[in-house]
């Protein structure tokens, strides 16, 4: 990305929110400030920002409300940072359309490291829009999406039409955190909530056959709450 993004802040605790500013303002990221849920709608609408930070207490209305309103008109990246630290928490921001989740009390230095993946997360789609391509390269591992091939190191390997699906709905998501009941809702659909056992299988044998001969690790569990496809640095 040749410019700095715009980053909007969502915080009603002052302390907090200047902590985030002078932090994004030492490391020359470009910031818009929102107090409450209004503003921060009014700032999202107007200024189309490349990520929100989110907290989800707000005075005057909930952030899972706001990220449903902004995931209705738009997929800009949505971070959420907050107090609430249960996986129930996570688990129902997540699926309300975040794509990341810090917990307060956290650190400059992870605010910035989750800055940089979403970042990077954010640049890798927007290239690959511009290019159109139908082929995914993720270090060793490339999905030709027209032919419904899949190889590592050049060499094919054989999924079942689950273990596609679910390699697929990773790969467009890369760097996104996908809970269980989003992927089982993308997989088998409606009323199959239950089968988060059948997910943990399919993923087993799904990272095998990935990550077999490779140096690499692609898929991140986040116990309790889902899974992550990582971004691997191509070779050159």
Not at 78 to 87: P, T
Not at 185 to 198: D, F, L, R, S
Not at 217 to 236: A, C, D, F, P
């Amino acid at each position: 990305m040749k410019n700095k993004p715009t980053i909007l802040i969502v915080e009603d605790d002052r302390a907090v929110r200047n902590l985030i500013s002078t932090t994004l303002a030492t490391h020359d990221y470009k910031y818009l400030l929102a107090q409450n849920g209004a503003s921060a709608l009014l700032e999202a609408t107007s200024h189309n920002p490349d990520i929100v930070l989110l907290d989800l207490g707000l005075p005057d209305m909930d952030g899972i409300d706001i990220i449903k309103k902004i995931r209705s008109w738009s997929n800009m990246p949505i971070i959420v940072i907050s107090a609430r630290s249960e996986d129930n928490d996570k688990i129902e921001a997540l699926d309300a359309g975040a794509d990341d989740y810090l917990t307060k009390p956290f650190s400059v230095e992870e605010l910035l490291a989750r800055l940089r993946v979403t970042l990077r997360r954010l640049n890798y789609i927007r290239t690959l829009s511009d290019k159109e391509s139908s082929i995914f390269i993720n270090g060793d591992l490339k999905i030709d999406y027209n032919l419904g091939c899949v190889y590592l190191n050049n060499e094919e390997l054989h999924l079942t039409p689950i273990e596609y699906k679910l390699l697929c709905l990773l790969a467009k998501n890369v760097g996104k955190v996908l809970t269980h009941t989003y992927i089982i809702h993308e997989i088998w659909g409606v009323g199959y909530e239950n089968e988060v056992a059948t997910l943990r299988v399919f993923m087993t044998t799904l990272r095998k056959k990935i990550e077999k001969n490779s140096n690499n690790k692609y898929i991140q569990t986040h116990v309790g709450i889902g899974y992550r496809m990582l971004k691997v640095e191509n070779k050159s």
